[in-house]
């Protein structure tokens, strides 16, 4: 009976089999973007810390001054 309503069953089953497909490509996708976002290297901080540190070894900067600049660096 419940059928006959909708116009029959095979039709109208394919409307929740589509969308459960829909929402599963989309967590699938958001899954996949998300890993590339996290695993993106932040090669520029890393190489400010690294001439933070090789001026404050050459002794260009003293010791407050590099430490204000690592914390401004490490926001």
Known sequence: MFCNIFGGGPRFMMIPM????LLGAYFIYK???NKRLNSIPDTSLSKAMDILDERFAKGEINEEEYT???????K
Do not use: F, W
């Open 68 to 74: 204000s600049r690592k914390n401004q660096l490490q």
């Open 31 to 33: 899954t996949i973007n």
């Open 18 to 21: 589509i969308l459960i497909l």
